[in-house]
């Protein structure tokens, strides 16, 4: 094995831990906001510091790699996204940490009925499916795994364009505070759909060199 074929080994593994650390977050986000669990919004907040270092650490590696390798072809097209996706990643986990934030701020629940309206449950579920798909994808390098996100985050689009509805047939002032929360947590697992997306269509653009964002729908 060439020194370059060990750092882009070591490179994948950082990622894989990347991913699996956001997954982490994913799922206790998901916990916290449902169960209204303030313990667990606190260590979600304690974690996202270990993120960010994931993420520098990848980000010095993958300079490294392309400093002083110069990888080209297929190597280059790997280190690019892991550059890419690692920063979706991210931005997934800054996700998470906010959903926490919600919990920390509130004295006491979110109203059930407004949660059942907005079908934030369901948000959560088809979040953690599409982010278990790209890992997926990701370690058995696998497109047409990673294409199946796309349809996914249809749906997700489709709940966050009646989010404001179905909270405006739930307000009252009383519930105001726990409401925009709601309202603002729907809006950010949309977002997170959008970004799990981004990191499907580059782990495609990575294996197939196919720029699908770019690609015309016929």
Request: proline share 1%; glycine share 2%; charged share 35%.
């Amino acid at each position: 094995m060439t020194l370059l074929e060990q750092e882009l080994k070591d490179l994948r593994q950082e990622l894989l831990n990347m991913f699996l650390a956001v997954n982490n977050q994913l799922t206790k986000s998901e916990k916290s906001f449902l169960e209204f669990d303030k313990d667990l919004a606190s260590e979600i907040a304690n974690s996202e510091k270990r993120i960010n270092s994931l993420e520098l650490k990848i980000d010095r590696d993958c300079e490294n790699i392309l400093a002083l390798y110069s990888p080209v072809a297929v190597d280059l097209r790997f280190v690019l996204s892991v550059y890419k996706i690692n920063h979706e990643l991210e931005r997934i986990a800054d996700i998470a940490d906010g959903i926490a934030d919600y919990v920390n701020d509130l004295d006491s629940g979110f109203p059930k009925n407004a949660v059942k309206d907005v079908r934030i449950k369901e948000m959560f579920i088809q979040c953690k499916s599409m982010f278990e798909n790209v890992i997926e994808a990701f370690e058995k390098e696998d497109t047409s795994i990673a294409r199946r996100v796309f349809k996914q985050d249809e749906l997700l689009n489709q709940i966050n364009q009646n989010g404001s509805k179905n909270i405006i047939k739930n307000y009252s002032e009383k519930n105001a505070k726990s409401l925009f929360f709601l309202l603002s947590c729907v809006r950010k697992l949309e977002r997170a759909g959008d970004l799990i997306k981004n990191i499907s269509e580059e782990l495609i653009f990575s294996i197939e060199s196919k720029v699908v964002k770019h690609k015309k729908k016929k």
